[in-house]
């Protein structure tokens, strides 16, 4: 049915639990953009139960801790869309006052080059902090 959430892994694996995963993805300018996607494909949040909704959750706001702590971005987004891609997940995007889209969306329109540079490290850094968080 070529969902790509369902047949590719969607970025740098940073944790992997029975329901969902957590990826970095790569997105120039954005450094520790992830994703939480769950593991099964699911449409929509009230597709869930109530404990996966709230597990789903806890593991968002978990992502957010993380990234808080690690980059000390100015604001956190996140997103649910998934209408390119109808399978439940979460974006949880540090954002930056200098960063291409800021103070637009990520998906509006570029206000200019990217600033930042993923740290080679970051990716290391956040799945050990994710994996004291969540186990
Ligand atoms: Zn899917």
Redesign the pocket.
């Known amino acids: 049915?070529g969902?790509?959430?369902?047949?590719e892994v969607g970025g740098e694996l940073l944790w992997q639990g029975p329901l969902c995963r957590i990826v970095l993805v790569n997105e120039p300018g954005y450094p520790g953009f992830c994703r939480v996607i769950w593991r099964?494909?699911v449409r929509e949040m009230t597709d869930l139960s109530e404990p996966e909704r709230e597990f789903l959750m806890r593991t968002v706001f978990s992502v957010e801790a993380v990234l808080r702590e690690l980059l000390q971005p100015h604001k956190i987004n996140l997103a649910s869309l998934g209408n390119i891609?109808?399978?439940l997940h979460w974006h949880v995007i540090p954002r930056f006052e200098n960063d291409p889209h800021f103070p637009q969306p990520v998906w509006g329109q570029q206000q200019r080059d990217p600033q930042h540079e993923t740290r080679a490290d970051l990716g290391i850094k956040l799945a050990a902090r994710l994996a004291s968080m969540l186990g």
């Open positions: 049915m969902c790509e959430l369902c047949s099964s494909h891609a109808p399978h």
